[in-house]
């Protein structure tokens, strides 16, 4: 398949929980990707010679497994996906070419025809996540949105998905006919129901701090 900017991407938020994922590489840019991993929930192993501040004290208190070598063609045996960080533009054409046979999805940082997914942009607000992609064509305009965006949905925005996740849930088990549910729920959520929500936690009283 002939691989360019204007390839069409799927959009999807994938589930890395107990996945075995490799990272070559674990310089200031792979540590930003380990850090990712791990914080979907993926097990992570890191194949490079030297390492980062932060990578050896992951690796320290066995949050990764560090490989302190370079890279060997079995490192991509059994992984779900592997992300490399190089200084080796040769190393990294090895690792995509490998990844391909074996099925092992790929990124290559910063180098969109080596890569099988992308980094998107994001704003988190809780559960909310908002991703933002060019395909690779203009990192730097996903980040001028991104910093668009957070200010568009502030922090407000992840208490009032736990406010809304709470009332879906009794909602469900309340008895209420379905169509009747639907409705609730799109009425909850539409810029009124934003308002008022707002307006009710300004009326809450504040805690008093003691002392």
Wanted: aromatic share 8%.
């Amino acid at each position: 398949m002939t691989r360019n900017a204007q390839t069409k991407l799927f959009p999807f938020f994938l589930k890395l929980g107990g996945r075995r994922c490799l990272v070559v590489g674990a310089g200031s840019i792979a540590e930003s990707k380990i850090g990712g991993l791990l914080e979907a929930g993926a097990r992570v192993r890191v194949v490079a010679p030297e390492a980062t501040r932060k990578v050896r004290a992951w690796a320290g208190s066995r949050k990764i497994a560090w490989q302190r070598r370079s890279f060997r063609s079995k490192d991509l045996q059994g992984m779900f996906l592997v992300v490399a960080a190089t200084p080796s533009t040769q190393l990294h054409e090895q690792i995509f070419r490998q990844a391909q046979r074996l099925g092992v999805l790929c990124n290559i940082v910063d180098v969109p025809r080596l890569c099988d997914f992308y980094y998107p942009a994001v704003v988190r607000r809780g559960a909310l996540q908002i991703a933002i992609s060019t395909t690779g064509q203009s990192p730097a305009l996903a980040q001028r949105l991104r910093k668009e965006l957070e200010v568009q949905f502030g922090p407000e925005y992840e208490r009032w998905l736990k406010h809304i996740g709470k009332v879906r849930q009794k909602m469900q088990t309340g008895g209420l006919e379905a169509q009747a549910r639907k409705g609730l729920l799109h009425e909850l959520v539409s810029e009124e129901g934003f308002l008022r929500f707002q307006e009710q936690g300004k009326r809450q009283p504040r805690t008093r701090r003691k002392g």
